[in-house]
């Protein structure tokens, strides 16, 4: 099967067709995937500012990233499920989209970005606390952060607005 077909039998499931049907639940759902994208983005903001040396700069590194840990977390599992629940309802269609693509890809870079920086950077934020400016590598992890974040954000933002014609 491949994977266009996929997408359309998963926006035939019961689940997929019940969602996008509905007039009450589709845009509560579609709103909670904002609200929840509003928190963690701001979230995410504060520790890459901090990171930078532009926010918060009277509170430690090792505090402000340590504290928004488990929040941004939380807040990328409830963004991530929502939005496979949007996908769901119309995933033939979205699959098609060259931005849901762009997200999709810019999703997955945001995914090896932790992965790369996770015990280079964001587990040895207590060692930064002693240092009298934070590491270059630290600096590229949060601009890298705020690049791909922005960028998954206007993808999606986009993904409403494509017609299924022009220069993609």
């Known amino acids: 099967m491949s994977m266009l077909g996929l997408c359309q039998w998963l926006a035939n499931t019961d689940f997929a067709t019940a969602l996008r049907g509905s007039s009450w639940v589709y845009p509560i759902v579609l709103t909670s995937h904002l609200v929840v994208l509003a928190l963690f983005g701001g979230m995410l903001l504060m ?3 901090r990171l930078l040396g532009f926010a918060l700069t009277d509170l430690p590194v090792s505090q402000v990233v340590g504290r928004l840990r488990p929040w941004k977390r939380l807040g990328l599992v409830l963004m991530l499920t929502i939005g496979f629940f949007l996908f769901s309802a119309k995933a ?4 098609q989209n060259p931005w849901f693509r762009t997200k999709v890809t810019l999703l997955l870079l945001a995914g090896v970005h932790a992965l790369v920086f996770r015990s280079r950077v964001y ?3 207590a060692e930064f ?3 009298p400016q934070l590491p270059g590598e630290a600096k590229a992890a949060a601009w890298i952060s705020l690049v791909l974040w922005t960028g998954i954000v206007c993808a999606g933002r986009a993904i409403g607005y494509y017609e299924g014609s022009g220069p993609f």
Request: aromatic fraction near 16%; glycine fraction near 8%; proline fraction near 0%.
């Open 92 to 95: 033939g269609e979205y699959w």
């Open 123 to 125: 587990d040895r934020t």
């Open 129 to 131: 606390d002693a240092l």
């Open 47 to 49: 520790s890459d500012l």
